[in-house]
């Protein structure tokens, strides 16, 4: 079975010979045996790839669950809730894990010495459990699913610009005004031409023509707070620049609803420890932040 999750998960023999510490001809022969006791083809092997196929993918979630459960039965018998030891894999958004998780994984890594940790920061909603994540931390709503989630905050998207702009260009008073302004676009955070509003409940679209677009938060925030415009970012990364007055916010009666932050996981009660000890961390260090709430 981990011989098989290895293939599925890597894409290939080699590769999942090599996260193994196996030969390439160990792993063939392990898949092989295994298809043939099942009497059923898990994999479709050619020269130039491996797809696993319809019923390949069903046994795959199952050897998941079951492996982790026996890992779990493992370390209980073990004694590891005692001492976590192992590989923790998380993931969480690039500018947000950079800011809020990676402090958390440093003080995580300096009390559980026998624990390594490996960081997916990556712009995009990874599946835990077809990529072999242990938890992640996620922006926005939640879709249903059958993993955990603990909220521990909320980001505001707000809108912002640097005091001597508005001083000299006005602020706008409302979210039609800002056809009169220079936008600063971080298409990290809004990819179209179009910035949406509340307006007492009614929702309200605004079209936007950027002067400068970006590709980064961080140097939409540096040239908003060089005086270019008004841009609109996540609260969370511009709470310092807000406090040391680089940056005023405006329009905050138009913001739509905050979104809500979760840390995710998918092992329930069952969870390992070197899981629920981060998750403790995470839960502990992000709901005292006041920049997330």
């Known amino acids: 079975m981990a ?21 390439p001809s160990v792993a063939t022969r392990a898949v092989s045996e295994l298809e043939a006791r099942l009497g059923v083809r898990l994999l479709v092997r050619t020269t130039r790839f491996v797809r696993v196929t ?34 923790l894999t998380v993931t969480a958004p690039v500018n947000f894990g950079r800011m809020y998780v990676l402090p958390i994984v440093h003080r995580y890594l300096a ?31 939640l879709p249903d699913s059958s993993l955990q989630a603990v909220r521990v905050g909320q980001v505001r998207q707000v809108l912002c610009a640097a005091p001597d702009y508005l001083a000299r260009h006005g602020a706008p008073q409302r979210p039609e005004d800002l056809a009169q302004h220079a936008i600063v676009a971080a298409t990290g955070v809004t990819a179209t031409s179009e910035w949406r509003f509340d307006d007492q409940g009614r929702p309200l679209p605004v079209r936007v023509q950027p002067r400068l677009t970006l590709s ?5 925030a540096a040239s908003a707070a060089a005086g270019m415009g008004i841009t609109r970012l996540p609260l969370y990364q511009i709470a310092q620049a807000v406090q040391d007055g680089q940056l005023a916010l405006v329009l905050e009666e138009f913001e739509r609803p905050a ?19 981060f998750i403790d961390m995470a839960v502990e260090t992000l709901r005292s932040d006041p920049r997330l709430h």
């Open 216 to 220: 980064t938060n961080e140097a939409a």
């Open 111 to 141: 009390q559980l010495a026998l624990v390594d940790v490996h960081c997916w920061f990556v712009d995009r909603v990874v599946n835990l459990v077809d990529e072999g994540v242990d938890l992640g931390v996620r922006l926005g709503e």
């Open 3 to 23: 011989a098989f999750l290895a293939v599925v998960d890597t894409g290939g023999f080699a590769s999942a010979a090599r996260r193994l510490g196996v030969s």
């Open 54 to 87: 319809e019923a390949g993918q069903g046994y795959a979630d199952d050897c998941r669950r079951i492996l982790a459960e026996i890992e779990a039965a493992d370390g209980a018998a073990a004694g590891t809730h005692a001492a976590p030891r192992g590989q």
């Open 259 to 277: 979104l809500p932050i979760h840390v995710v996981h998918r092992e329930g009660r069952n969870a390992p420890h070197k899981v629920r000890a």
